[in-house]
């Protein structure tokens, strides 16, 4: 019996995708931010203690780069293209909520 390879290519639009929601930060600070609409720096850095100041602007300033997040009045929000991803998210969610234990968390 012949075997047939299939030969397997990234879609470029999901390896970008990937490459901003895999950035370790990125999807904490998505997730915040969707939670709760229109933060300060100061609040974005107390909700995510383990993220330095450092950090969290360097990620803050690249989320603005790609359009998904916005700063306006000093308050940092989702763009249209940052709110799409609530539903990819909320799967996240319910998946990590049967699949990930507390000890692995």
């Known amino acids: 019996m012949e075997t047939k390879k299939v030969n397997y290519t990234l879609c470029p639009r999901f390896e970008k995708a990937f490459s901003i929601l895999g950035k ?12 709760e609409h229109g933060q300060r720096f100061v609040e974005l850095s ?15 300033k690249e989320l603005e780069e790609e359009q998904i997040v916005q700063k306006n009045d000093h308050l940092y929000s989702l763009t249209e293209k940052g709110i799409a991803l ?7 969610k319910r998946w990590s909520e049967e699949w990930c234990t507390i000890d692995e968390a």
């Open 86 to 92: 609530h539903e990819s998210f909320a799967s996240v």
């Open 46 to 60: 107390k909700t995510i203690p383990m993220l330095s100041d450092r950090v969290l602007a360097e990620r803050l």
């Open 24 to 35: 370790k930060w990125n999807g904490l600070i998505i997730d915040v931010l969707l939670e």
